[in-house]
């Protein structure tokens, strides 16, 4: 069987895409439209959700059903979708300003909820779109357009949220992966229940060259030195997981998806 | 029958399915009726994180092939605000019901207002329309919510129910109208071929048909500025063309659209120009007024937006002084109907803003008193 | 004011006040129901405040065999007063002839001939159902009154009660007829 190569997801006539060189985006929806491809998917079935940013511009150069949301509601929107059709794959792709800063609420109800719904959310630690501003995910003392002396927040850590918040599905990956970011995908999209996929992401044009990492390969390099499968991290010490990215399955759970509970309340209401 | 339970069962009515919410007085009954009525039918009912998510929600669940609502009060419609401004854009058909109370702000959570006439219809940003009727009393809060839906589909637009807090805890004895007797609109579904599916290719009444997502019609809609296939598409021609397209799908069937009561208006010197439940004070001061001598008619707009500015300009010109009673201070219908009776006109403002309604004698003050 | 807004042939307004937790809007409910039943037009209205329990609650019933133009109550036919903020609130009508039944349990006496006290409250309270003082005096008002026959109001109760609270509740409106003829 020939690799899947997505591209039958993929509009014609529309390449290049608008992504900076060096960024992670385009690796991300890569991985994404072979995910589809190798589980089946069809355009008919599947509903690609986005919100606004970089990310959010994904669904500009997919043939699948799509809404282009505002910014930071696309789980919101999809929460609609897919309570009112279950048999849809509903998959949302955010940033990390889209997914967990405007829209950090929405994210921890959808996480509590647990709809089955796949959320993709791609962190490169600032808002690329308008112009490399600190972010709910930019580390601490790291610099950025609006921190020029340094961030004096802390940052979320998403796959960490998303588990505490009652997500069945929770993975981080890199866009230097990305086999083990396909894989991770097709984990997340057959999961009954909430599925998080964190993609770390290289944003050379701002992240980066406020952190130097100015050239294109570096963040990438930056990633590929910090990660480390979640099976290995978890043997560190605690002393030595402070600088290193924990990559992988992180959490799989089966906890009852929201529409497998409202299948009981329409029974006991359609019973009374 | 009390009138947000009206609203919840005349949605129904309509073949609303899905309902997102966030409780908010005083319009919680619609959620709680929803709650117990939709599963039963096999529709859903979802409590949402907040109202910009139950929005987001009833926008998502249409798109997938429902007739949705949601229901809130001012707060809660102000946040709604960015998202509806989507259904314009996307052309989504939605209903949002704003049971008004009393503001600025929290104000007063359990009092009624009739203020939020101009968020409704200016308070979200660019440039669209929306369509918005006011029910007087608990049968209209049934009927007006399924007009309220059969225009939602005609016209793929968000439409918003605006109660206020009388009439949404008002309750009526109301013979409920049986299947079949109010006529159910759906949205025009595509029939083509679904390679050839443009989602805002508009036929010739002005409105695209809408699929649904999970048919064989594969579409895309978006918030961004987008072309007749929903994909972006900046260029200044298609966006002119949009933004006009948005207006005249309106504007066309604006006589459709425009719905008001006249109560003897056919011999009278003083017209009063009534919304929801100031229209029974209006009708009482009128009835009175005749008692008295003076020959006063109503004319209730149970569409607010689209202004019905021509039923007021044509009745305002039989009538020497014309009289709006409203509970806001600014006065917000009273603008537009002096836009439609021109300056020269005898206009007269009542307004009641402390969460009291607008009686008749308050109204018989200003309009038998000197001016 | 002199002029009746309507043009009621048999038009009656009744208004039910006290605070948060009394039960008072149910009242109303029940009243306006069972004119329904008899055929009658109806418009019950609340006015309330924010706490659940507390703060000025009252519902207005207006019933009417023509239409009901004007929703509010404008000339009252008879109040019932359960807190001394009701009573101060309506405390006028009594002087323009408007009979006023007041909780003299919970309301200092009055004096004026308009009002007629009963001690509602510790009357539901020895009968062990302090909770149900709202149909207990809804009892009263409607045998004072006769603004809807005490058979709808029972019948009303059996529609909107359930098991062991039908037979309570029929107890307490009936105490509470049977205190108005005292």
């Known amino acids: ?272 | 029958m009390q009138g947000n339970q009206a609203i919840a069962e005349g949605a129904i009515y309509a073949g609303a399915r899905f309902y997102a919410g966030y409780p908010i007085t005083p319009s919680s009954e619609i959620a709680e009726e929803c709650s117990k009525k939709l599963p039963k039918l096999g529709g859903v009912y979802i409590q949402m994180e907040d109202e910009i998510a139950s929005i987001a929600a009833v926008i998502g669940a249409s798109l997938a092939g429902a007739k949705s609502f949601t229901a809130t009060s001012g707060p809660g419609f102000s946040l709604m605000q960015e998202n509806l401004g989507l259904a314009v854009m996307g052309e989504v058909p939605c209903v949002v019901v704003d049971v008004q109370r009393a503001g600025p702000s929290t104000g007063l959570a359990t009092r009624p207002a009739q203020s939020d006439i101009m968020q409704i219809r200016w308070g979200r940003h660019g440039d669209q329309s929306v369509i918005a009727l006011c029910p007087a009393s608990v049968r209209e809060c049934f009927t007006l919510t399924v007009t309220a839906f059969n225009f939602a589909e005609r016209y793929r637009v968000p439409v918003v129910l605006m109660p206020d807090e009388i009439v949404g805890h008002m309750r009526e004895n109301v013979e409920v109208p049986a299947p079949g007797e109010l006529e159910v609109v759906d949205r025009k579904r595509p029939s083509g071929s679904p390679a050839d599916y443009k989602p805002f290719k508009a036929d010739e009444d002005g409105v695209a048909p809408l699929a649904a997502y999970g048919g064989e019609y594969v579409f895309h809609v978006s918030s961004s500025m987008h072309g007749l296939d929903g994909y972006s598409n900046n260029d200044p021609a298609n966006a002119a063309w949009r933004v006009r397209q948005l207006h005249e799908k309106i504007d066309r069937h604006r006589d459709e659209i425009v719905l008001t009561k006249s109560f003897d208006t056919d011999d009278m010197d003083v017209l009063l120009v009534t919304l929801g439940a100031t229209t029974r004070s209006g009708r009482a001061a009128a009835i009175e007024a005749r008692r008295q001598g003076v020959r006063a008619g109503v004319l209730q707009l149970q569409t607010v937006w689209p202004f019905p500015d021509r039923e007021v300009a044509e009745l305002g010109r039989r009538a020497k002084m014309v009289v709006v009673p409203e509970m806001n201070y600014s006065g917000q219908v009273a603008g537009e109907v002096r836009k439609a009776v021109g300056p020269d006109m005898d206009l007269r403002r009542v307004n009641r803003y402390n969460g009291t309604i607008i009686t008749p004698q308050d109204i018989l003050a200003v309009m038998l008193g000197a001016r | ?182």
């Open chain 3, 1 to 182: 004011m002199e002029h009746r807004m309507t043009t009621e042939s048999k038009h009656v307004e009744v208004i039910l006040a006290g605070t948060g937790g009394q039960g008072l809007i149910l009242s109303g409910i029940l009243l306006a129901e069972a004119a329904i039943l008899e055929g009658k037009n109806v418009v019950q209205t609340q006015s309330y405040g924010i706490a659940s329990r507390g703060g000025l609650s009252l519902a207005e019933v207006i019933i009417d065999t023509g239409e009901i133009v004007f929703q509010q109550v404008q000339k009252p036919d008879c109040i019932l007063v359960l807190t001394e903020e009701a009573t101060k609130k309506y405390e006028t009508w009594a002087a323009k002839g408007v009979p006023i039944l007041y909780d003299s349990t919970l309301v200092n006496a009055r004096t004026d001939p308009n009002f007629t006290g009963y001690a509602f409250t510790q009357t539901a309270s020895d009968m062990g159902n302090a909770l149900s003082v709202n149909i207990l005096a809804l009892g009263t008002v409607t045998a004072k009154t006769g603004v809807v026959k005490m058979e709808t109001l029972e019948e009303m109760i059996r529609k909107r009660f359930k098991g062991a609270a039908v037979e309570m509740n029929l107890k307490m409106l009936a105490v509470g007829r049977d205190l108005a003829g005292r």
């Open chain 1, 1 to 272: 069987m020939a690799h899947a190569t997505g591209t039958k997801y993929l509009k014609g006539g529309i390449l290049p895409h608008m992504w900076c060189s060096g960024c992670g985006i385009g690796t991300m929806l890569g991985a994404l439209l072979r995910a589809f491809e190798e589980l089946g998917y069809t355009t008919t079935d599947t509903v690609v959700v986005t919100g606004i940013g970089c990310t959010g511009k994904a669904d500009d150069y997919m043939i699948t059903n799509a809404l282009h949301t505002t910014h930071g509601r696309a789980l919101a929107y999809a929460t609609g979708i897919k309570a009112y059709n279950p048999k849809l794959n509903v998959v949302a792709i955010m940033g990390d300003g889209d997914g967990v800063t405007i829209g950090g609420n929405h994210f921890i109800h959808a996480c509590r909820r647990n709809i089955d719904l796949t959320a993709i959310i791609l962190n490169n630690f600032n808002f690329g779109m308008t112009g490399g501003q600190v972010s709910g995910t930019t580390p601490p003392q790291r610099y950025t357009s609006t921190t020029a002396y340094g961030n004096p927040e802390r940052d979320f850590d998403i796959c960490a949220l998303a588990e505490s918040a009652g997500a069945n599905y929770v993975a981080r990956c890199t866009p230097y992966h990305g086999w083990e970011m396909k894989e991770n995908m097709k984990e997340a999209l057959t999961k009954k229940g909430f599925s998080v996929v964190e993609v770390v992401s290289p944003c050379p044009t701002h992240f980066g060259r406020h952190n130097e990492m100015k050239e294109t390969p570096d963040m990438l390099h930056w990633l590929r030195d910090r990660a480390i499968a979640v099976e290995e991290y978890r043997r560190l010490p605690e002393t030595e997981r402070a600088e290193r990215l924990a990559i992988g399955t992180l959490v799989s759970r089966d906890v009852p998806d929201f529409n497998t509970q409202y299948e009981l309340v329409k029974a006991r209401a359609q019973k009374g």
